[in-house]
T-cell receptor
Framework: AQTVTQSQPEMSVQEAETVTLSCTYD???????LFWYKQPPSRQMILVIR??????QNATENRFSVNFQKAAKSFSLKISDSQLGDAAMYFC??????????FGQGTRLTINP | DGGITQSPKYLFRKEGQNVTLSCEQN?????MYWYRQDPGQGLRLIYY???????QKGDIAEGYSVSREKKESFPLTVTSAQKNPTAFYLC?????????????FGPGTRLTVL
């Protein structure tokens, strides 16, 4: 069975600085997707960024980028120029070919003004 | 306004009672999902449905039941057999026809069993 592990329960960063959230996963599949979701205090799950496993190029969405290391099964999220609105729980997720999502335990990100 | 609605936002029930959580989508999405979230945990899949009148168990289906009689609706019943039902429940849906098949989430229902 696929598993997703986020080893950092909490992280904090100064406003305008850069922070990296870690995620590792385990799968025997070769074709899959990886995601980072944001869950603010409202608890609405918001898709931040996705990565297709067959693409070597790391995905980027504005201030958010990933470092995808397929061989190491690592998928970290980098947030540049952190803003107060980035404060939230961040979940790493794996999607298998059967379209099911498996989530990590989450990392709570605090932004210090 | 297209989206996924879950009602109510907060739900309280006495122990031993069945309760049904509503999930409606007007996105014309084919597949729908139910997840459970416990404090400090990620989401875990309860049930999912790829098409109308068909659904499959997820990782933690015991004590739950679903139906998918209409494409727009995927209600979840938390039965008295569920040993620890207090949790935050999220519904999601996805189309089967776009490039990425992303899942979109509703706002969630917080269920508290007293």
């Amino acid at each position: 069975a696929q598993t997703v592990t986020q080893s950092q329960p909490e992280m904090s960063v100064q406003e305008a600085e850069t922070v990296t959230l870690s995620c590792t996963y385990d799968t025997s599949e070769s074709d899959y997707y990886l995601f980072w979701y944001k869950q603010p205090p409202s608890r609405q799950m918001i898709l931040v960024i996705r990565q297709e496993a067959y693409k070597q190029q790391n995905a980027t969405e504005n201030r958010f980028s990933v470092n995808f290391q397929k061989a190491a099964k690592s998928f970290s999220l980098k947030i540049s120029d952190s803003q107060l609105g980035d404060a939230a729980m961040y979940f790493c997720a794996y999607r298998s070919p059967d379209q099911k999502l498996v989530f990590g335990q989450g990392t709570r990100l605090t932004i210090n003004p | 306004d297209g989206g996924i609605t879950q009602s109510p936002k907060y739900l309280f029930r006495k122990e031993g009672q069945n309760v049904t959580l509503s999930c409606e989508q007007n996105l014309n999405h084919d597949a729908m999902y139910w997840y459970r979230q416990d404090p400090g945990q990620g989401l875990r899949l309860i049930y999912y449905s790829q098409i109308v009148n068909d659904f499959q168990k997820g990782d933690i289906a015991e004590g739950y039941s679903v139906s998918r009689e209409k494409k727009e609706s995927f209600p979840l019943t938390v039965t008295s057999a569920q040993k620890n039902p207090t949790a935050f429940y999220l519904c999601a849906s996805r189309t089967g026809t776009d490039l990425y098949n992303d899942q979109f989430f509703g706002p969630g229902t917080r269920l508290t069993v007293l």
